[in-house]
């Protein structure tokens, strides 16, 4: 555990004024705060049951009156403020900013726009860029993409760029990382207590770590770029209390899935979403980066889990830099609750075409599909993989409908050729899914979840129906506007292959 860590003194206080970076009169304003009213937090049982709140040393942010969540404390330290409430506008300053091959060039003609074409970034050494998204493409211009982040990597001299110069073998480009959500926990840029921000919605992935993460745009993160800071309303809290022991057959997707359902896409509209309980403390790191990353679909702001031994023993040959973790005080005010019984939870699905369109997966056993797709930052990490194969082992089938396999990362796709899988007898992921009839892994990248190019890998040309992996299931998300996609986790997603319907995967673990 990292005992000895603390952060650095806080800088002075951010000053702006409209002739340094031309923000307009409201910016300069004094923050508004919310009504600190007294009612009483609204609570909504899913599953009856009286979890333990375990007692946290708080966080040193000064001279604090009032108890905070996570989320508060993580920006009042960020913003020099010895305490926040929801509603509150403050100036935080940036740990990481990350952007990407789709928003990159964006947000650099901004940058360069507002603070001049010679300007220089605010902190080279906090800026990771990452190529990832439409990567092994013939398309010119998303080749084109590639090549502004390079130029720009090289003019500011940025030292976390990951590239990719030839595209015909990821594997000679010992830079090149792959999906930008996994590439920044496995190369040590997210810590607990931090505030990072990433032009992409899923970078509230980074929220395991129990550190503020979110989404932004190209105007916001030009100006980050620049001046290192950033404008935020905090957000309230929802608070989702998950107790029991996870049953063989469940994954985090499961888990997510089932909070969109119950609140909708709507639910968390700009509120933090806050995981704890015994069922979140049993989680490994990979499996919360999936309950996080999809907090977007809800709405969300940003999710974070508290930190624990977890955390700090993935964290130990990522990153020498001190990060102070924070925890929600005993008293702290949480917009609604939930309680969940993890143990009565059933494999699900979302389907077409909205994550909230919760359903049970052995409720569409008569749903027919015409391929699988394993990957994304949602489902392409090495437990993912780790997952699918041991579908495919217990069962001893081959797939009946095509099943692409894609790695997030080039770590996690040395992963399914080396890591023997348990109970295997020593067999790796790749010859599993080789024994299975699977599509060769593919090189890591995004690759359809979001569609792309129309060469991409595996992107719905045409009006099929998928099981998928990833977090989006809308209208064309992964391509053909007709095509249907049912959000699911490895476990169900192999299950699904390996039948050609929609499928529980206790029909091939039990």
Known sequence: ??????????????????????????????????????????????????????????????????????????????????????????????????????????????????????????????????????????????????????????????????????LSDFKVNPDYKGVCHIAL???????????????????????????????????????????????????????????????????????????????????????????????????????????????????????????????????KDKTSKPYEPVYSDEKARFLSEYHFDITKLEPLVAKPHSPDKRALARECKDVKIDRVYIGSCTGGKTEDFLAAAKVFLASGKKVKVPTFLVPATQKVWMDVYTLPVPGSGGKTCSQIFEEAGCDTPASPSCGACLGGPRDTYARMNEPKVCVSTTNRNFPGRMGHKEGQIYLASPFTAAASALTGYVTDPRDFLQ
């Open 1 to 166: 555990m990292a005992s000895s860590t603390v952060i650095p003194p806080l800088s002075a206080s951010f000053v702006a004024s409209k002739k340094e970076f031309g923000l307009s009169a409201c910016f300069a304003s004094q923050p508004f705060s919310s009504t600190k009213s007294k009612k009483s937090v609204s609570k909504k049982i899913v599953s009856v049951m009286a979890p333990q709140q375990t007692e946290r040393k708080p966080a040193t942010t000064g001279s604090v009156k009032n108890a905070m969540t996570m989320t508060e404390k993580i920006l009042a330290r960020a913003s020099e403020k010895p305490e926040l409430s929801p509603g509150e506008n403050v100036w935080v300053d940036v740990d990481v900013l990350m952007t990407h091959d789709v928003c990159g060039p964006g947000s650099f003609g901004i940058f360069k726009k507002e603070f001049g074409e010679n300007a220089k970034v605010w902190d080279r050494e906090k800026i990771v860029i990452i190529p990832d998204h439409y990567i092994f493409t013939s398309d010119e211009r998303a080749n084109r993409n590639v090549d502004i982040l390079r130029d720009f990597c090289r003019e500011q001299n940025i030292k976390y760029f990951y590239d990719i110069t030839d």
């Open 185 to 315: 926990a496995q190369e040590g840029h997210c810590r607990p207590g931090e505030v990072l921000l990433g032009t992409d919605s899923h970078t509230c992935t980074a929220g395991a770590f129990g550190q503020f993460a979110t989404g932004i745009g190209n105007t916001d993160a030009g100006f980050v770029l620049g001046a290192g800071k950033i404008l935020l309303k905090v957000p309230p809290t929802l608070r989702f209390v998950m107790e029991g022991e996870m049953p063989e057959y469940l994954l985090a997707k499961d888990l997510i899935l089932q909070i969109i359902g119950e609140i909708s896409v709507a639910g968390a509209t700009y509120k933090s979403m806050e995981f704890v309980g015994s069922t979140v403390e049993s989680l490994t790191m990979e499996e919360r980066m999936t309950l996080c990353n999809m907090v977007v679909e809800a709405g969300g702001k940003n999710g974070v889990v508290p930190a624990d031994s977890t955390t700090f023993e993935y964290l």
